[in-house]
């Protein structure tokens, strides 16, 4: 049957700064999904969309056809309200670990789709890969029993049936310098979280050095436009634009990050991850018709139970030791004073270098390399003291991590303005 569009048509179009109609937008997804369109053709047209932008008609015609071009997920026989979380990544972000089961200890099930890391940001499942036996993959009807039962939260790989059409265009934008387009991120984590059929939607979108979108104004739009793509597909959709320019809690890694999501389930950790945490259980509360201050269950055990079941039913073992490092070297504070900043990036980019992070998608990661902090800005630092450890299993490669570091963090005289980790909410309108 002849082809009822030209990919070369469309792009022509997209390169003049015209907007696509919607069934050759539809098309063009679906022609690349079955490998009619080619590579070189998706390439032309995801750069012009980078260079020319797209229509908010645009974006959510592109976002439909990604979830059309795969599976829909639906837990509308649950009997249980939904709620989920996506974070657009950042450093020492972990997090899902402890908010999944806080949520899920309310009654509200969490249908947790994550990712591995790729690059300076860790990936959920990465972390909790450091758990002896943790089993990431499951089937539609495991997620989905996990989910009714007493557990109500799963925290597990994506399946390949998913927004495949999502699948080629990432790693073709990965290659030819078009992820930065704000409709193509926002159609590619939604088009992914719709198609999971989540009830309801909170968005932490992160800006600063660590972020994706460093600019707080890009940060902004999109996570405007993602709401509005939830809110046009019925998706409760809320967004909080989250600091990400110094990392996240005092650790960055991967089993140091579970442990650290232990404490905060134990009613301890560090402050920012506790509010972050909160405030994120809030909104996944609040949307699901639950008036509660999630805070309670950190302190009482209820969450700390739901994260011990939910780890048990995925074949993990919530009290086995976590793997440590074979080697450590520590970084101490050259002079008294105060920290006064530390750069979510480098400390990225360092604890990647140590081993917790891949350079390709099919690299292992180190479960115990990374980096813990025993400063953040504003903290008093003393001549001599630590300031960071560094974890690893083999010593080579502290060198490169050190680089990263060198210029990652400044110790002057006073502390620096506190300012709040969630800047803004966005709603739909
Ligand atoms: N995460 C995604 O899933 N897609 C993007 O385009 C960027 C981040």
Redesign the pocket.
Known sequence: MAEPFDAVDIIRTKRDGGSVSEPALRWLIDAYTREYVQDAQMSAFTMAVLLNGMTRDEIRVMTDAMIASGERMSFAGLGKRTADKHS??GVGDKITLPLAPLVASYGVAVPQLS?RGLGHTGGTLDKLESIPGWRAALSNEEMFAQMQGPVGAVICAAGSGLAPA?KRL?AL?DVTGT?EAIP??AS??MS?KIAEGTESLVLDVKFGSGA?MKDYAKAKELAETMVALGADSGVNTTALLTDMSTPLGLTAGNANEVRESVEVLAGGGPADVVELTVALAREMLQMSGIDADPAEALKDGRAMDTWRAMIRAQDGDPDAALPTPKETHVVTAERDGVMTRLDAYDVGIAAWRLGAGRARAQDPVVHAAGIDLHAKPGDAVKKGEPLFTLNADDPARFDRALEALSGSYEIGESAPEATPIVRERIASA
């Open positions: 657009t990544g990712g999502d990432y934008r992820v193509l991120i590619s984590i992914k994706f």
